[in-house]
């Protein structure tokens, strides 16, 4: 099983970034796809997840309305739109998939299956 996470980088405050993570010996479609950042010197935090159809999504207050989570179950792959990046928003971000039900989607330690992370880092 792999979840490979893509489209990090270096932006400026203000930019948008979108972030993928594309699956592999799994079927995305029978897990709930979240969402978790860890910034240095912090623990990882949830971030957002989305349902097993995308029908729904969950977010941490901190969002705000500025990112947004779906999924395409037909190309296995989850994603993260980042609008209105600020330097706060400096951190690791990961993918995880959960087979849990959607109450239980906002603990990390209810994720089956992680991705490596990918890097976003916001300047000022």
């Known amino acids: 099983v792999q979840l490979a996470e893509s489209g990090g980088g270096l932006v400026q405050a203000g930019d948008s970034l979108r972030v993928s993570c594309a699956a592999s010996g799994i079927t995305i479609s029978s897990f709930v796809m979240g969402w978790f950042r860890q910034a240095p010197g912090k623990e990882r935090e949830f971030v957002g997840a989305?349902?097993?159809?995308?029908?729904?999504?969950v977010y941490a207050d901190f969002v705000a309305g500025r990112f947004t989570a779906s999924r395409d179950n037909a190309k296995n792959t989850a994603y993260l739109q980042m609008n209105s990046l600020q330097p706060a928003d400096t951190a690791v971000y990961y993918c995880?998939?959960?087979?849990?039900?959607?109450?239980?989607?906002?603990?990390?330690?209810?994720?089956?299956?992680w991705g490596q992370g990918t890097q976003v880092t916001v300047s000022s």
């Open positions: 989305v349902s097993w159809s995308g029908a729904h999504k």
């Open positions: 995880a998939a959960s087979t849990k039900g959607w109450d239980l989607i906002q603990n990390e330690y209810e994720y089956d299956y």
